[in-house]
């Protein structure tokens, strides 16, 4: 199976910081039709987990833009560009490009 | 809007099967692909598989052959059944809507049903 790694696993930011989430991918991500199936969800504290980003770099209906993906093959990050407290909560990256589908161990985001 | 909502039993005793139905609804399950996750205490998180919109299915192999998903069009609703369960069967079951556009990925999800499996 496709382990997917997270760093870090904790992250302490303050309202108005910029932050950024490692996914590492123990394998290549590329799928033979030329698409990288990396996503990006966030699980708000009692919530259930919510799309952010699709396919590497594609912005979910909705979701505000100071998020966004970046990454090819097996290195993605999402990034925050100025935490806002609604953004609190565990990030989680996951694959569907091989089977069978594996997320990563989550990262947690959390105020300083 | 597409809603998806889990429901029974909170409490399997081990050995037994592990039944959940998802009903959607706001979208039809005759479109689309339909999965089930589940989060284990502490944050990991596994894809146990989906249905298609044709009814054909896909597992994950860790669940070997004790994971069934199926569906019942008529009802708008899927279900997952996991039989001979033991303690470590025990977390947060969603199920959710696989969007197949420009990727694969969850867009809707459900609230999330608790599963406990202790005699």
Redesign the interface.
């Given at each position: 199976d496709v382990v997917l790694t997270q760093t870090p696993p904790t992250l302490s930011a303050t309202i108005g910081q910029s932050v950024s989430i490692s996914c590492r991918s123990s394998q290549s991500l590329l799928d033979s039709d030329g698409d990288t199936y990396l996503n990006w969800l966030l699980q708000r504290p009692g919530q259930s987990p919510q799309l952010l980003i699709y396919s590497v770099s594609n912005l979910e209906s909705g979701v505000p833009n100071r998020f966004s993906g970046s990454g090819s093959e097996t290195d993605f990050t999402l990034k925050i560009s100025g935490v806002e407290a609604e953004d609190l909560g565990v990030y989680y990256c996951m694959q569907a490009t091989h089977a069978p589908w594996t997320f990563g161990g989550g990262t947690k985001l959390e105020l300083k | 809007e597409v809603q998806l909502q889990e429901s029974g039993p909170g409490l399997v005793k081990p050995s037994q099967s592990l039944s959940l139905t998802c009903s959607v609804t706001g979208y039809s399950i005759t479109s689309n692909y339909w999965g089930w996750i589940r989060k284990f205490p502490g944050?990991?998180?596994?894809?146990m598989g989906y249905i298609s919109y044709s009814g054909s299915t896909?597992y994950?192999?860790?669940l070997k052959s004790r994971i069934s998903i199926t569906r019942d069009t008529s009802k708008n609703q899927f279900f997952l059944q996991l039989n001979s369960v033991t303690t470590e069967d025990t977390a947060t079951y969603?199920c959710a809507r696989v969007?197949r556009v420009?990727?694969?990925?969850?867009?809707f999800?459900?609230?999330?049903t608790m599963v406990t499996v202790s005699s």
């Open positions: - | 944050n990991k998180m596994e894809w896909s994950n192999p860790s969603y969007r420009w990727g694969w990925y969850f867009d999800w459900g609230p999330g």
